[in-house]
Nanobody, 130 residues
Framework: QVQLVESGGGLVQAGGSLRLSCAAS????????MGWFRQAPGQEREFVAA????????YYANSVKGRFTIARDNAKNLVYLQMNSLKPEDTAVYYC???????????????????????WGQGTQVTVSS
């Protein structure tokens, strides 16, 4: 049974930093591209960042580019989202997700779509105060 568990969320002041982690189990984690999404109250789930199964390619939403960094440690079955220079508009529940296709060529625009992921974590709340 595949399981993704996020951690690291919390309350931070604007300009601060947080690092989210996603622990994966039940699947050969290193075979799959991974993504981070977020959802604010009353809004649709929004793409944040994606990383290829090898870790060599990444892609970011324009809203977080230059502030957030996605990384993975395949030996530990972990994917990270380092978030710097946080803004109040970054407030949301953050989810990690696993690509539905193993060893898929990293196609950035495709991986911005939630429908391309088949397993999701339960989410971790990030709140940025002004």
């Amino acid at each position: 049974q595949v399981q993704l568990v996020e951690s690291g969320g919390g309350l931070v002041q604007a300009g601060g930093s947080l690092r989210l982690s996603c622990a994966a189990s039940g699947r050969t984690f290193s075979n799959y591209n991974m993504g981070w999404f977020r959802q604010a109250p009353g809004q649709e789930r929004e793409f944040v960042a994606a990383i290829s199964w090898s870790g060599r390619s990444t892609y970011y939403a324009n809203s977080v580019k230059g502030r957030f960094t996605i990384a993975r440690d395949n030996a530990k079955n972990l994917v990270y989202l380092q978030m710097n220079s946080l803004k109040p508009e970054d407030t949301a529940v953050y989810y990690c997700a696993a690509d539905r296709v193993a060893f898929r060529t990293f196609q950035a625009m495709l991986l911005t779509k939630p429908s391309e992921y088949d397993y999701w974590g339960q989410g971790t709340q990030v709140t940025v105060s002004s």
